[in-house]
């Protein structure tokens, strides 16, 4: 905008400098021909010099900014614009008879009139004169200063260089406001992508009161910087996803190996057993012997009964993990439940010369599944047997709380080892092998507890005491 101001402003400068004047001079010629032509219409009517004519002739000359005289041949003035003749008649005989050329020049030459641009250096005035004859033979001189022309260029060149500095200040202060009322949010656009660039999708577009192309750009680069917001977050979902995917089916394969290895290994000792004593009954080794006989169908019989066993407690985790087993939730007396599972446990717990003590409130009624329940109780009842020591006691307890019950078994003896607790729950994990396999534990029994809890949402865990080790679940009331 300043440089089309600054360029209009210079050429209209250079039109003026170079051609204003000598413009203005060719258009002040063709005044003084077109008046020559007017008094030569007039003389040849024989009308010029009548009385009604002489405010014609004033309106013509003071119009035109003319002087005009015209005298006889003999010199008489017959009619002049002005009340001194001399200085026109001096002026009109040196210019028919003045051969100083720097000074003097024919502009135009005609039948009957001459046009000259006469240079007065003492005064420093130029005038444009034409000078002839009319039809009745009077001479006549029209003269017209070109001082005031020249006054006039140097004016208009002024005052163009003035209005030319206000239109590039103007211009300029224009630019700046409508550059900056464009660039400011193209700018702020340029910010905005350059956040989007670096995944930042927060910096928003904010359209002014009067929306534009601009505003309509600004909503665009909004609504592309929520789409790729969006599917940014998809596709940081789906990658969480795809590693959780994977790090499951990397658990998954691992827990199917180990659990092969698992299953391998506690099979492995019953089906040598059994292939042993059974080879040895085959080889007749205790033919001679009623009690050997016996002794061997005894042990086929306790290893193929863990087997048995094994595998019931395998399928049954399986159903429980893979929410094949359908709970079916019943309000009862767990009281009842635990009181029948110390009963049917008695023969044992007096073998082992265990005391065992029961503290409750009376019933306690939750919801829950009952066979299942059973299956807990049973399963901590029988690991505190198994595991009693010292002070040979056991404690089964429920206490009430705000929501459900917490039953807990308690038995005397070696606290866990506190590497070995994570792992109680996991398949086939023993914390002591030698003695697990003295009484025929699978080391499945926990980890089908916490299958049975994990269906019904509750929470189960153990806790070590000085004393001993205390197992406990939750049931809801």
């Known amino acids: 905008m300043v440089l089309v101001a600054f360029g209009a ?138 001082g005031s022309l020249r006054t006039s260029a140097n004016f208009t060149s002024k005052v163009l260089l003035l209005a030319g500095l206000i239109a590039i200040i103007l211009a300029l202060v224009a630019s700046i406001f409508f550059s900056r009322h464009i660039t400011d949010p193209l700018t702020r656009l340029t910010k905005i992508a350059k956040q989007m660039a670096s995944l930042d999708f927060d910096a928003k577009f904010e359209a002014g009161k009067k929306p534009n192309e601009i505003d309509e750009l600004g909503q665009c680069m909004n609504e592309l910087s929520e789409t790729l917001e969006q599917t940014i977050l998809q596709l940081k979902q789906a990658n969480s996803d795809l590693r959780q995917d994977l790090k499951a089916r990397e658990e998954s ?131 505190a047997i198994h595991y009693c020591e010292k002070e040979k006691k056991i404690e089964v307890k429920i206490a009430e709380r705000d929501k459900d019950y917490r039953i807990s078994v308690f038995n005397s003896g070696n606290p866990i080892p506190e590497e070995s607790l994570p792992h109680l729950w996991e398949k086939f994990y023993k914390v002591d092998k030698a003695r697990t396999r003295e009484y025929g534990g699978s080391g499945i029994g926990l980890s089908v507890v916490k299958a049975i809890m994990d269906d019904l949402h509750k929470e189960c865990g153990v806790i070590n005491h000085e004393n001993g080790v205390e197992f406990y679940f939750d049931l809801d009331k």
């Open 9 to 146: 402003i210079l050429i209209s400068f250079i039109l003026n400098a170079v051609f204003m004047l000598p413009f203005s001079v060719l258009r002040r010629q063709n005044i003084l021909e077109d008046a020559f032509a007017s008094l030569s219409k007039k003389a040849q009517a024989g009308t010029l010099y009548e009385d009604k004519y002489r405010d014609y002739f004033e309106t013509l000359c003071s119009n035109n900014n003319l002087q005009v005289l015209i005298a006889e041949p003999s010199g008489s003035v017959v009619m002049s614009s002005q009340g001194s003749n001399r200085l026109m008649m001096t002026q009109l005989y040196s210019a028919m008879l003045s051969r100083d050329k720097d000074n003097r020049e024919i502009v135009k030459s005609g039948s009957d009139y001459s046009i000259l641009r006469l240079r007065n250096p003492e005064v420093e005035s130029e005038f444009l004169i034409l000078w002839g004859t009319l039809p009745d033979s009077n001479l006549i001189i029209i003269r017209s200063g070109l």
């Open 253 to 383: 394969e691992k827990m199917r190996r180990e659990f092969s290895s698992s299953v391998s290994h506690e099979l492995k000792t019953p089906l040598a057993l059994i292939m042993g004593y059974a080879e040895g009954l085959q080889d007749a080794v205790a033919d001679d012997n009623a009690c050997d006989r016996k002794f061997y169908c005894d042990v086929i019989m306790d290893e193929a009964n863990k087997m048995n066993r094994i595998v019931k407690e395998l399928l049954d985790l399986s159903h429980l993990e893979y929410g094949e087993q359908i709970m079916n939730l019943e309000r009862f007396d767990v009281t009842e439940v635990i009181a029948g599972v110390i009963k049917s446990n008695s023969i044992m717990t007096d073998k082992a010369g265990i005391t065992v003590s029961f503290i409750h409130n009376g019933p306690a009624y939750v919801w829950s599944d009952p066979f299942f329940t059973e299956q807990v109780i049973t399963n901590y009842f029988s690991n």
